[in-house]
């Protein structure tokens, strides 16, 4: 019989269930289905009845009184009978669900870390260019996820994580790096993620835009003796890229085996065009990479691994924190509003205002196609006298505004040639 379920009844149930040690149910008359099941021992809990959408009879647990009141047990019994007669939701099986998830997040299966990991070893030769990168960008914004089981987590905690991040740009590639992953990861086949998460988008203010900044001389002679103070592995990328023209990636790449310091080359074996590019150096690099090498016990340079890094960080990494150091050399230098790329786009510019020709500084860009009627057909050679004029053009003209510009001493590798 459905009773009006009030403190009193369930005083009145609790005493006669330990008097006569029999378990007592109340069935509530507001909420159909509704019961609170009460123990000899006193333990109370709530419990709904109702069918599936197969219109079998199902019993699933609520929660405990009191911690779940009366009004609050009847809000979520007619909910989940909602989701159970229209959805064909089953909490039983969710919950073991969720439990075994636990289990294998535990032992490091089914976690977000692993399904990264899956994706990673699908990942073909070309497309994992920049996946060291990317990844380690998802980790880093994502990191209190990444031992949850993935098919726990949610849109909305993803998009609190992104919205939360102090840089919305850094935030907005991480999603534009993890969409592809989250679509891979909820495909019917696989099902490791919510199919949800794939909607996942980039936070107010991380728009990607065209970009045409490139720094002035004054910027420059700021910059440039910063830069050559500092001996670190971001601020020397930097000082490569300009001057070189590499790629970010390129420049933080580059190993020893890949330099010939007598022959003032730089062989980028695996560049965005997919072809290998190589990159003359002017007098002023190669002094800069020769105040680079290892030493030995007695201070002298000695020979260096050629599997090694040249910007190596402390640990030995590819540098990968590179949001952090630019801001911090933003503020030695007094600069801001410029990223690494630009320096590639700047070092262009300055060799297009001193006239060299724009199928040279292509060549020197290291561009897949240059845009001259005879380079794709006849010239094999991609003008590397000419780039290598161009270069040190650049590097003179960079020594120039240097001098100039600030009040830093200059190291030995900057004061050379």
Same mark, same amino acid.
């Given at each position: ?11 009145? @149930? ?11 149910? $109340?069935?509530?008359?507001?909420? *159909? ?14 419990? $709904?009845?109702?069918? #599936? ?45 969720? *439990?075994?998830?636990?289990? #294998? ?32 960008? =998802?980790?880093? $914004? ?31 590639? /991480? ?22 998460? @794939? &909607? ?12 045409? *900044? ?11 003796? /910063? ?9 020397? @990328? ?61 201070? &002298? ?16 990494? =590819? ?41 040279? =500084? ?11 009627? $005879?380079?794709? =057909? ?40």
């Amino acid at each position: 019989m459905r009773v009006a379920i009030t403190d009193t009844a369930i005083g009145k @149930a609790k005493r006669d269930a330990a008097k006569d040690g029999v378990r007592r149910e $109340l069935a509530d008359a507001v909420e *159909r289905g509704l019961r609170l099941r009460v123990t000899p021992a006193g333990a109370t809990s709530w419990v $709904l009845g109702c069918r #599936d959408k197969h219109g079998q009879p199902r019993r699933f647990p609520l929660g405990s009184w009191p911690a779940i009141g009366l009004r609050k047990a009847r809000e979520d019994a007619q909910a989940l009978r909602q989701r159970v007669r229209m959805e064909g939701a089953d909490p039983i099986v969710e919950a073991k669900l969720t *439990r075994a998830a636990g289990q #294998d997040a535990k032992a490091g299966i089914g976690t977000f870390a692993s399904v990264l990991d899956a994706y990673e070893n699908r990942k073909d030769a070309r497309r994992m260019k920049s996946w060291v990168q990317g990844r380690k960008a =998802i980790e880093s $914004l994502f990191a209190p996820l990444l031992s949850r089981p993935a098919a726990t987590m949610t849109l909305g905690e993803l998009t609190l994580i992104t919205e939360g991040h102090p840089f919305p740009k850094s935030a907005a590639y /991480v999603v534009r790096t993890l969409r592809p992953i989250l679509k891979w990861a909820s495909e019917p086949r696989r099902g490791f993620v919510s199919p949800d998460l @794939a &909607k996942l988008t980039g936070p107010e203010g991380g728009e990607v835009t065209g970009r045409d *900044r490139t720094l002035t001389r004054d910027e420059l002679a700021a910059l440039l003796p /910063v830069l050559s103070a500092d001996s670190g592995p971001y601020a020397g @990328a930097m000082v490569f890229m300009l001057r070189t023209l590499a790629r970010r990636q390129e420049a933080a790449s580059a190993r020893w085996g890949d330099i010939n310091l007598s022959d003032r080359e730089w062989t980028i074996p695996d560049t965005k065009n997919g072809r290998p590019h190589v990159v003359p150096l002017s007098r002023q690099v190669v002094d800069f990479l020769r105040s680079r090498l290892p030493t030995g016990p007695t201070g &002298k340079a000695i020979e260096p691994d050629p599997a090694g890094l040249i910007f190596a960080t402390s640990t030995g990494a =590819i540098p990968g924190n590179w949001d952090r150091h630019t801001k911090a050399i933003h503020e030695l230098s007094g600069t801001k509003g410029w990223t690494r790329h630009d320096l590639r786009r700047t070092g262009a510019t300055l060799l297009g205002g001193m006239g060299i020709e724009p199928h040279v =500084i292509e060549a020197a860009l290291g561009h897949s196609v240059i845009h001259s009627k $005879l380079a794709g =057909i006849y010239n094999k050679s991609r003008y590397q006298p000419e780039v290598a004029a161009a270069l040190q053009r650049l590097s003179d003209a960079l020594d120039l505004i240097e001098a100039g510009g600030g009040k830093v001493i200059r190291p030995t590798w900057a004061a050379a040639g």
